[in-house]
């Protein structure tokens, strides 16, 4: 396995459009989580998930962003109607339930809205 | 609600020197921590977890500390090198949920010049 996998790395789209992310964790790591990071700061919490159950969401996450874990592998992120304020680093982190309970990084999505 | 923040903002050495990284949370009763590195545009690799019960842990010319109590945690870096130059991320788990958010400081950019 090689780790936490993100698609695309990067995404170009106009204000107003939707886009989707997608995120592997790493298999068999039954929690999943997505943060943003904005230039300069460090990463906040968007989501979580544990398998297909999606446990807890942050204020951050308005009703224009929706994620989905189907299967309890693979997760989507889509933001609906784009705004310039969404222009930022969507990073996605895996661990496993048992054990110690380390995050494990994608290498991220790099949002850009015009 | 949990802050996490780092000092310094940026640090700049030559080569070969040992420093120190600072990280402060402002509530004690935290799971584990983390430290991370940041690549510019890349996503995060994980250095160090250090579980609550726990004071410090090593890994080669890293050694991370925690002091729950005083809500204070260091990265030691030894004999630094051009190739540790990077975004030093800490990250704290909140006890108390079984959900395991981290919340980020806004890191320390570290130079290291030859």
Known sequence: DTGVSQNPRHKITKRGQNVTFRCDPISEHNRLYWYRQTLGQGPEFLTYFQNEAQLEKSR?????????????????????????????????????VTGVDEQFFGPGTRLTVL | KQEVTQIPAALSVPEGENLVLNCSFTDSAIYNLQWFRQDPGKGLTSLLLIQSSQREQTSGRLNASLDKSSGRSTLYIAASQPGDSAT??????????SYGKLTFGQGTILTVHP
């Open chain 1, 60 to 96: 951050l996450l308005s009703d224009r962003f929706s994620a989905e874990r189907p299967k309890g592998s693979f997760s989507t992120l889509e933001i609906q109607r784009t705004e310039q304020g969404d222009s930022a680093m969507y990073l996605c982190a895996s661990s496993p």
């Open chain 2, 88 to 97: 030093y991320l800490c990250a704290v788990r909140d006890g108390g949920t």
